[in-house]
């Protein structure tokens, strides 16, 4: 992985793992007017809504705009003067779990990251192919129907490393990331793990530190979490950077749960110093 990759992985890794911090320290709100001008950028263009108004009305699927990830975007304090006049926040980001409080894609330069706290994400390009061809038994499902994820955290670390660096499954290669291309469709197996402790016990207990990150693990609780498939398709490139981007849900079930011992620390097994090796 050269450079720039390591760098576009690691921040979308801290950008993964501040969602799952408590509110508190969540971006602060904006203006209705500054909400306005944020959706009519991210709405998608009519033409596209029109050219694909079949598939869009096929259950769970969808169309969105990405935006490439800027400075603009960066930090906990939204800006939107300036150069920033025309950024959108959270644009370079997108969950495909309704109501999910960590996104599941991200879009840093130039580049596609599939990253979120406390889960795997196994991504591929499989070229250009359409969406409605992936059905149940074509060879790229069937590939990565073949992951079974650990249920203990080593196990769920180990893989965790192994994804990053690049797994083949079937004669299908998946990882995390991958180059975004124009009329190109991708897999995304998003394996988004519960966790099986009793946490009001564990917040509880005196002494806990702010910093402790059984507070990430309690945003959870009201989190959506399951094991899903999806595909989708890069559509639209626009001038500025923004991609369209369809998608459609292949299969969901229950995720797999990771229960740490009473005497163990919980801990995300997505660690961001293997994103720097």
């Given at each position: ?33 500054e ?8 709405a998608?263009n ?29 930090t ?13 926040p959270?644009?370079s ?13 991200h ?24 969406i409605d ?12 129907s073949e ?30 990331n ?15 793990y ?9 917040l509880?207990?005196e ?7 059984v ?63």
């Amino acid at each position: 992985m050269d450079a720039q990759a390591r760098t576009a992985m690691r921040r979308a890794e801290e950008e993964a793992r501040a969602s799952a911090k408590p509110a508190a320290e969540q971006m602060p709100g904006l203006s209705s007017a500054e909400i306005k001008r944020i959706e009519a950028l991210l709405a998608p263009n009519p033409a596209d809504l029109s050219k694909y108004k079949d598939f869009l009305n096929q259950n769970r699927t969808g169309i969105f705009r990405l935006f490439p990830q800027s400075a603009c975007d960066e930090t906990r304090v939204i800006r939107l003067d300036g150069e920033c006049a025309i950024s959108v926040p959270g644009g370079s980001r997108y969950s495909f779990q309704a109501g999910s409080k960590t996104p599941d894609i991200h879009y840093v330069d130039g580049r596609l990251i599939a990253k979120g706290f406390f889960a795997h994400h196994l991504l591929s390009n499989i070229g250009d192919l359409p969406i409605d061809s992936l059905v149940p038994g074509s060879t790229q499902l069937s590939a990565l129907s073949e992951f079974v994820p650990e249920t203990t955290y080593d196990g769920a670390r180990s893989q965790s490393s192994d994804i990053e660096n690049e797994i083949v499954l079937g004669g299908v290669k998946f990882s995390n990331n991958a180059d975004l291309v124009l009329d190109s469709t991708y897999l995304l197996r998003i394996i988004a793990y519960k966790s099986g402790n009793n946490l009001q016990r564990r917040l509880a207990r005196e002494g806990l530190s702010p910093n402790d990150p059984v507070w990430n693990f309690a945003k959870l609780q009201t989190d959506h979490r399951l094991d899903l498939t999806v595909a989708f398709r890069i559509i639209r490139k626009d001038a500025d950077g923004n991609v369209t981007v369809i998608w459609k849900e292949l299969s969901r079930k229950k995720p797999p749960v990771i229960t740490f011992a009473e005497n163990e620390g919980m801990a995300d097994f997505n660690q961001i110093a293997e994103i720097l090796k």
